[in-house]
């Protein structure tokens, strides 16, 4: 079961809201027009299980799918939270130290990455910075919390990032990691009562360019240094989020420095009990916000 969002046959194109719906194996089961993500996490883990029980009994198929996340919901994201991510930011950075530091640190590295309007779905284009040379998709398990801290479920999300930005200054991440095309989010949320070890999971990442699959890896989030509810509890020790946040915990799956993603390209990430999450790479310009 997912809770996902999406428009109607006939509606993939309209500029209007998309409609949250439950996703299961009999279909896609409408949630009232009025029904939000910030509503449902806006309490704690019952409540947002509760909100389930208002799908409607109707089976029937969303044409397409948008990012699982309301107009204002915060997307934050954890840092040098695997091996493989502390040595490429080492690789990229003119201040290496910073990432050693970081990686055994009590504090984790945790930063803005979007707001809802911004982030990208399922099938929706992610898209490069024009001043950036050296750019990468970085998949990542990401949590979706509850305004209490309790975690209620678990998405993929895709933390597209500049190397070159970030590894010529490490103040420089702000705008490595945050502009439009650079966050997406998908296929749709699964509830956190139907994954029973978030550190047991898959994780897959393919890039196609043209006809070819021209980078591969796998890895799991067994690899994760840090645990998910430590990165949730400095998240909100000094921050509320009285309508849920998602945190990103970080990527396992870094290619390496001679690759950068081009427009044109698709990525493809997958993790064990979430889904697919396919998105081609385009422009800034492509993306209609």
Request: aromatic letters at 8%; charged letters at 25%.
């Given at each position: 079961?997912?809770?996902?969002?999406?428009?109607?046959?006939?509606?993939?194109?309209?500029?209007?809201?998309?409609?949250?719906?439950?996703?299961?194996e009999?279909?896609?089961?409408?949630?009232?027009?009025?029904?939000?993500?910030?509503?449902?996490?806006?309490?704690?883990?019952?409540?947002?299980?509760?909100?389930?029980?208002?799908?409607?009994?109707?089976?029937?198929?969303?044409a397409?799918?948008?990012?699982?996340?309301?107009?204002?919901?915060?997307?934050?994201?954890?840092?040098?939270?695997?091996?493989?991510?502390?040595e490429?930011?080492?690789?990229?950075?003119?201040?290496?130290?910073?990432?050693?530091?970081?990686?055994?640190?009590?504090?984790?590295?945790?930063?803005?990455?979007?707001?809802?309007?911004?982030?990208?779905?399922?099938?929706?284009?992610?898209?490069?910075?024009?001043?950036?040379?050296?750019?990468?998709?970085?998949?990542?398990?990401?949590?979706?919390?509850?305004?209490?801290?309790?975690?209620?479920?678990?998405?993929?999300c895709?933390?597209?990032?500049?190397?070159?930005?970030?590894?010529e200054?490490?103040?420089?991440?702000?705008?490595?990691?945050?502009?439009?095309?650079?966050?997406?989010?998908?296929?749709?949320?699964?509830?956190?009562?139907?994954?029973p070890?978030?550190?047991?999971?898959?994780?897959?990442?393919?890039?196609?360019?043209?006809?070819?699959?021209?980078?591969?890896?796998?890895?799991?989030?067994?690899?994760?240094?840090?645990?998910?509810?430590?990165l949730?509890?400095?998240?909100?020790?000094?921050?509320?989020?009285?309508?849920?946040?998602?945190?990103?915990?970080?990527?396992?799956?870094?290619?390496?420095?001679?690759?950068?993603?081009?427009?044109?390209?698709?990525v493809?990430?997958?993790?064990?009990?979430?889904?697919?999450l396919?998105?081609?790479?385009?422009?800034?310009?492509?993306?209609?916000?």
């Open positions: 079961m997912r809770l996902v969002r999406g428009h109607l046959a006939g509606d993939a194109g309209a500029s209007g809201p998309a409609r949250w719906a439950v996703r299961d009999e279909g896609d089961r409408l949630l009232p027009e009025d029904f939000s993500l910030g509503e449902a996490l806006s309490s704690g883990l019952g409540h947002f299980r509760r909100s389930f029980a208002a799908a409607t009994g109707q089976s029937m198929k969303l397409s799918l948008a990012a699982p996340v309301d107009h204002w919901t915060e997307v934050w994201a954890a840092g040098v939270t695997y091996r493989r991510s502390r490429a930011r080492r690789e990229e950075s003119r201040a290496p130290d910073v990432y050693e530091m970081v990686y055994d640190a009590p504090r984790p590295e945790l930063f803005f990455k979007s707001l809802g309007w911004r982030v990208r779905g399922h099938g929706q284009t992610i898209a490069v910075r024009p001043d950036s040379s050296w750019d990468v998709p970085e998949p990542e398990l990401a949590a979706v919390v509850c305004a209490n801290g309790e975690i209620a479920g678990y998405t993929i895709d933390d597209v990032s500049s190397r070159s930005i970030e590894g200054n490490p103040l420089y991440l702000p705008q490595a990691k945050v502009y439009l095309g650079g966050t997406a989010l998908g296929p749709g949320i699964r509830p956190a009562w139907e994954v070890d978030p550190y047991a999971l898959g994780i897959r990442l393919g890039i196609a360019r043209g006809s070819r699959e021209i980078w591969t890896g796998s890895a799991s989030t067994g690899l994760l240094h840090r645990r998910i509810d430590d949730v509890e400095h998240l909100l020790r000094a921050d509320r989020y009285p309508y849920g946040v998602v945190l990103a915990t970080g990527t396992c799956l870094v290619p390496e420095s001679d690759f950068t993603l081009r427009p044109g390209d698709e493809r990430i997958e993790i064990d009990g979430l889904g697919r396919v998105t081609p790479v385009g422009a800034i310009t492509d993306i209609d916000p």
